[in-house]
């Protein structure tokens, strides 16, 4: 099937940096890829719709200053979580439309982030 | 509303079976989607149903319902690594997914 590959699978840093996560599409080219954030326990919260050559569609409370995504080509989009703080520590999992069924969803690895 | 409803947690026993329930409430519908999660990692694809009756595959079945909102998975045989979360997704009109809070299905021997 389809892959996902989201690089880094963890990453620590200092409270006011920016962190940038990578979502690639390893063999087919994704002109649609998700953004997810999740906490603890809890399901998967659509952050935004990251459409290649076009601004990213955000969901309702997402803010597009502070989660800039960039997909600039059919295989690559990225999440930068900018002027981090502890709060938005969690694990944060791209995905893409790739597979034979309409939607089925392929997801990258995820990356948790612990701001410190 | 869209909405999306299955079990908090279920626990099971290794060699049993046992049926993870989901109700949905969604603008359209273009489909019904259940994947797994182990814990710390992302969702896999288990099945996709878009019409009404059940989709068997090895030990994992799903089930739906359209008319009333219902699916279930079940899972046969169980398996100690079968301790996941399970997601229920619908799709809505505009193909977006609705996702459940997922059910933590825990595995004992």
């Known amino acids: 099937g389809a892959v996902v590959s989201q690089h880094p699978s963890w990453v620590i840093c200092k409270s006011g940096t920016s962190v940038k996560i990578e979502c690639r599409s390893l063999d087919f080219q994704a002109t649609t890829m998700f953004w997810y954030r999740q906490f603890p326990k809890q399901s998967l919260m659509l952050m935004a719709t990251?459409?290649?050559?076009?601004?990213?569609?955000?969901e309702q409370g997402v803010e597009k200053d502070k989660f800039l995504i960039n997909h600039a080509s059919l295989t690559l989009s990225t999440l930068t979580v900018t002027s981090a703080h502890p709060e938005d520590s969690s694990f944060y999992i791209c995905?893409?439309?790739?597979?034979?069924?309409?939607?089925?969803?392929?997801f990258g690895e995820g990356s948790r982030l612990t701001v410190l | 509303g869209q909405n999306i409803d299955q079990p908090t947690e279920m626990t099971a026993t290794e060699g049993a079976i046992v049926q993870i329930n989901c109700t949905y409430q969604?603008?359209?519908?273009?489909?019904l989607f259940w994947y797994q999660q182990h814990a710390g990692e992302a969702p896999t694809f288990l099945s996709y149903?878009?019409l009404d009756g059940l989709e068997e595959k090895g030990r994992f079945s799903s089930f739906l319902s359209r008319s009333k909102g219902y699916s279930y998975l079940l899972l046969k045989e169980l398996q100690m690594k079968d301790s996941a979360s399970y997601l229920c997704a619908a799709m809505d009109s505009n193909y977006q997914l609705i996702w459940g809070a997922g059910t933590k299905l825990i595995i004992k021997p």
């Open positions: 149903n878009v």
């Open positions: 990251s459409n290649e050559g076009s601004k990213a569609t955000y």
């Open positions: 969604t603008s359209g519908f273009n489909g």
């Open positions: 995905s893409a439309r790739g597979g034979r069924v309409a939607g089925e969803l392929f």
